[in-house]
């Protein structure tokens, strides 16, 4: 299944950028977890849904997925920077 066809099936979209990053400008429907933040609020990513990170390039994104799998989350998918992103928004 495609990160677009993901999205539409309900994943959960997580901006692990700073709060200012993300309050810049961020995909539509994301929620923000900076990178530093996502295991101490592991309990709001559901693991019954699958997860898209991004961040600005996707080295943050692609430690939190890595930081995620180690918490048994199965459908994890760094999907690099908000440019990256923004292809999926239509």
Known sequence: MT???KIKNGAVVID???AEEF???H???AINIPVERIL???NE???DKPVILYCASGA???YAAH????EGYKDVVNAGGLDDMLEYAT
């Open 16 to 18: 692990v950028r700073t």
């Open 45 to 47: 990513i559901p693991k």
């Open 40 to 42: 101490v609020r592991k």
């Open 67 to 70: 930081l995620l799998k180690a």
């Open 27 to 29: 995909f539509p429907g």
């Open 23 to 25: 309050n810049d400008e």
């Open 3 to 5: 990160i677009k066809e």
């Open 60 to 62: 943050r994104s692609a």
